[in-house]
T-cell receptor, first 113, second 111 residues
Framework: NAGVMQNPRHLVRRRGQEARLRCSPM?????VYWYRQLPEEGLKFMVYLQKENIIDESGMPKERFSAEFPKEGPSILRIQQVVRGDSAAYFCASSPISGIEQYFGPGTRLTVT | QQQVKQSPQSLIVQKGGISIINCAYE??????FPWYQQFPGKGPALLIAIRPDVSEKKEGRFTISFNKSAKQFSLHIMDSQPGDSATYFCAASKGYSTLTFGKGTMLLVSP
């Protein structure tokens, strides 16, 4: 059973470009969580989604950030007009039902130049 | 507002020693407390977790101690090995919800 998959693993964008991060949850998991990790910091919650629904986006900046988890395909975290402060590792986690342990992917390391 | 405070920031332990990492939380509604282990360049991996209805949980060399009245919980790694060298994060959540993480402890186990 494959684990949580994220791609790309590394992403370099210039300021003002768009970044798209993809997360494929574990088979049978329908809940996806996105977290951001800054250097020397713990993970900060961004958004929690179920298939076709955003359950909690309280940790996601209101501007430039959006997330989706369509009926078919991976969950996508989209960052428009990236700035240097967006440079971080972005992790997604999945769980089969809300409250069961969250399993994390390997992360996408975004560098904004 | 940091809802989960973790200490120490870094820790060096000799092989065979006991590693102890502490966390304190503020939100009394938290009812699920996992510990994650993260190696460089990898995602966090769930190590062990506890709910507040028990004061201790042990899995192999890893033990969580939980003090509900003090709002504190800790991870003990017995017989620490060089392969345990990693960053450890405590976390907490309320019900079936998102995780609030501590800032992490970088553990180095010297041979």
């Amino acid at each position: 059973n494959a684990g949580v998959m994220q791609n790309p693993r590394h992403l370099v964008r210039r300021r003002g470009q768009e970044a798209r991060l993809r997360c494929s949850p574990m088979k049978g998991h329908s809940h996806v969580y996105w977290y951001r990790q800054l250097p020397e910091e713990g993970l900060k919650f961004m958004v929690y989604l179920q298939k076709e629904n955003i359950i909690d986006e309280s940790g996601m900046p209101k501007e430039r950030f959006s997330a989706e988890f369509p009926k078919e395909g991976p969950s996508i975290l989209r960052i428009q007009q990236v700035v240097r402060g967006d440079s971080a590792a972005y992790f997604c986690a999945s769980s089969p039902i809300s409250g069961i342990e969250q399993y994390f992917g390997p992360g996408t390391r975004l560098t904004v130049t | 507002q940091q809802q989960v405070k973790q200490s120490p920031q870094s820790l060096i332990v000799q092989k065979g020693g006991i590693s102890i990492i502490n966390c304190a939380y503020e939100n009394t509604a938290f009812d699920y407390f996992p510990w994650y282990q993260q190696f460089p360049g990898k995602g966090p991996a769930l190590l062990i977790a506890i709910r507040p209805d028990v004061s201790e949980k042990k899995e192999g060399r890893f033990t969580i101690s939980f003090n509900k009245s003090a709002k504190q919980f800790s991870l003990h790694i017995m017989d620490s090995q060089p392969g345990d060298s990693a960053t450890y994060f405590c976390a907490a959540s309320k019900g079936y919800s998102t995780l609030t993480f501590g800032k992490g402890t970088m553990l180095l186990v010297s041979p």
